[in-house]
């Protein structure tokens, strides 16, 4: 069950490395030997609730840092207080993001899953996405814009879901390979451009500008994230069959929470660009 996704990459129980999962689908089994024979929270089996509970745990510690973040940076458009607005939003949208990074790649690559920096991640995200939402808002002057984005997510979350268990979707290795690839060049890509915006060498953003280009790309990323999320299905269904331990339904949790955020600012993207037009 080797994962080509970065998220599970470096489990070992995702890859078929820990002691409940075999190589080979067919060989897969629970190894019970020595294991607690009491069903105490936390010393059980993945499944689908557990997974649930844990993305519900984590996206609503995200929301809720959000929305603090959003009242706590003020009025955008009063001259008055606008200044200073602007001024934390810009704090938070930066500490949030490098520690939210930081922590994403830290969870990313730690082969043993730590819930408490799942939730910490939960928490710099949440306020990176509270501040980025309120400036979008004030840009386009439509705090709507922020519902419309989260309904969309939602809506899309749904649709693919339901895509995948009722046209039952396969996921093969070439589109776990390619999916994956697409992933890091995006990253590369996006990185590249930003720091060649930072030096001027690209004008208003360069690929991620609020004009055609930016919705074209934006567009495109939000058909990947659709498709990390059929990535996140597979994982999370393959490891509920090969009986993964209940710790690493906060791996789950933690991709699915990242997959999730992505489309968010991508379709808030979008939403902006088309009523800035």
């Not at 030096?199 to 498709?227: E, K």
Request: proline share 3%.
């Amino acid at each position: 069950m080797k994962s080509s996704n970065p998220v599970f990459a470096r489990s070992a129980e995702f890859n078929g490395r820990g002691g409940a999962v075999a190589s080979d689908p067919s060989q897969w089994q629970v190894d019970l030997s020595g294991s607690p024979t009491h069903t105490e929270r936390g010393a059980g089996r993945m499944t689908i609730d557990t997974v649930v509970e844990k993305t519900a745990m984590t996206l609503g510690l995200l929301t809720i840092t959000a929305a603090i973040t959003w009242f706590a940076i003020g009025d955008l458009v009063d001259p008055t207080t606008g200044e200073a607005s602007y001024g934390k939003a810009a704090t938070f949208a930066a500490i949030g993001a490098i520690v939210g990074f930081a922590l994403a790649m830290v969870n990313s690559f730690k082969k043993v899953v730590s819930p408490p920096l799942v939730l910490a991640y939960a928490v710099f995200e949440g306020a990176f996405i509270g501040a980025f939402s309120k400036v979008i808002a004030a840009y386009v002057d439509a705090p709507s814009i922020v519902f419309q984005a989260v309904l969309g997510t939602l809506v899309a979350f749904a649709g693919t879901l339901a895509a995948y268990k009722f046209f039952n979707i396969q996921v093969t290795d070439r589109f776990r390979r390619i999916v994956s690839i697409a992933g890091i060049a995006v990253v590369g890509v996006l990185l590249l451009n930003m720091v060649l915006s930072l030096t001027g060498v690209f004008d208003n953003g360069g690929l991620r500008g609020f004009d055609t280009l930016g919705l074209l790309v934006s567009c495109g990323l939000v058909v990947l994230a659709v498709f990390f999320l059929i990535l996140d299905f597979d994982q999370v269904e393959r490891g509920v069959e090969a009986g993964l331990p209940e710790r690493e339904s906060w791996r789950a949790a933690f991709g699915l929470t990242v997959t999730l955020v992505w489309l968010y600012l991508e379709i808030l993207r979008i939403l902006a660009i088309l009523r800035g037009d």
